[in-house]
């Protein structure tokens, strides 16, 4: 049986927080959902930096597709 680890997808979104894509990926890998979402304040401290009205985070399960997609940090406005 796999190992299952998650992710914190660091989001950018507009005003009305409808409009969000993925903006980074945190480096870590987390065991348990619970423990992603402990974490998730002070990756939103970090990522302070992105260009957008409204920063989020969200925990994904880690799956062979979502670690392909998994890139390194960007400009600080999503690109």
């Given at each position: 049986?796999?190992?299952?680890?998650?992710?914190?997808?660091?989001?950018?979104?507009?005003?009305?927080?409808?409009?969000?894509?993925?903006?980074?990926?945190?480096?870590?890998?987390y065991t348990s959902h619970?423990?992603?979402?402990?974490?998730?304040?002070?990756?939103?401290?970090?990522?302070?930096?992105?260009?957008?009205?409204?920063?989020?985070?969200?925990?994904?399960?880690?799956?062979?597709?979502?670690?392909?997609?998994?890139?390194?940090?960007t400009d600080g406005r999503?690109?």
């Open positions: 049986m796999d190992k299952v680890f998650y992710l914190l997808a660091i989001l950018g979104c507009g005003d009305d927080t409808l409009d969000c894509r993925q903006a980074r990926i945190e480096p870590a890998r619970a423990s992603c979402q402990e974490a998730m304040a002070d990756a939103l401290r970090r990522n302070a930096d992105l260009d957008f009205p409204v920063i989020a985070g969200i925990c994904r399960r880690q799956t062979p597709e979502t670690a392909r997609q998994a890139a390194p940090r999503g690109r």
